[in-house]
């Protein structure tokens, strides 16, 4: 009875493979990932479940812990740690020993302010050689990708004016301003993007 009652995203079933594809290389340096806004858990579990030599750290808000512990509770690898609640605005950073972070569809519904604070504290928190992917939909030069990624964008502001798809060159620059160098730029499904970014040493920067 309760493989029917976890929470379940279609989308989240929809672009694990793609994104495993791209975390299988990317992430084949780290040893302990952190994943901001793990939502139902499936990413958790599926990812984890598929890259054995590393920790992974699932991390959100205190009202989807529960779901993503039923994930846990039904895909149970020893790599897949307990769910940590987290909010970008708290003060403690809770996964310290991290050298990856992975987050999917956040910088769109958090606020501009908000996603910005996450990718300053994500460069601050990974060591150098650390390695940050974030997925979701992003603008480039100021123009939407498709008619979908526009009709999301309007979906989105009218839920919460504070939310929309977040220009690349910004997030880019943003991220490079803090020590994070662009890796790679992943096309996935649905016209979404799988960004790389590398923490680089402190002297470089």
């Known amino acids: 009875m309760e493989e029917d ?26 040893r302990r990932v952190m994943e901001i806004g793990s939502g139902t858990g499936q990413h958790a579990c599926w990812f984890a479940s598929h890259l054995d030599y590393l920790q992974w750290q699932p991390t959100d808000v205190s ?13 149970p690898s020893p790599n897949l740690l307990p769910a940590l609640t987290f909010d970008i605005r708290d003060p403690e950073w809770p996964e310290p020993d991290c050298d ?25 928190n990974l060591p150098a050689g650390g390695v940050f992917a974030l997925y979701g939909p992003f ?8 008619d979908s990624n526009r009709d999301f964008d309007q979906w989105l502001k009218e839920a919460d004016p504070e939310r929309g798809i977040r220009d690349f060159e910004k997030v880019d620059q943003l991220a490079l301003s803090h020590g994070l160098h662009l890796f790679e730029d992943n096309p996935m499904p649905a016209n979404n993007r799988l960004l790389v970014w590398v923490k680089r040493p402190q002297d470089l920067i």
């Not at 989308?11 to 780290?30: D, G, H, T």
């Not at 972070?101 to 958090?110: D, E, G, L, Q, R």
């Not at 603008?139 to 498709?146: C, V, W």
């Open 139 to 146: 603008n480039y030069h100021g123009t939407y990708t498709s």
């Open 63 to 75: 009202q989807n812990i529960a779901g993503i512990e039923q994930w846990r509770a039904a895909c």
């Open 100 to 124: 990856g972070v992975f987050s999917a569809n956040t910088a769109h519904i958090m606020s501009w302010p908000l996603a910005c604070e996450m990718i300053e504290r994500v460069a601050e």
């Open 5 to 30: 009652v976890k929470p379940f995203s279609q989308a989240c079933e929809n672009n694990k493979e793609p994104i495993l594809s791209v975390l299988r290389r990317v992430f084949e340096p780290c």
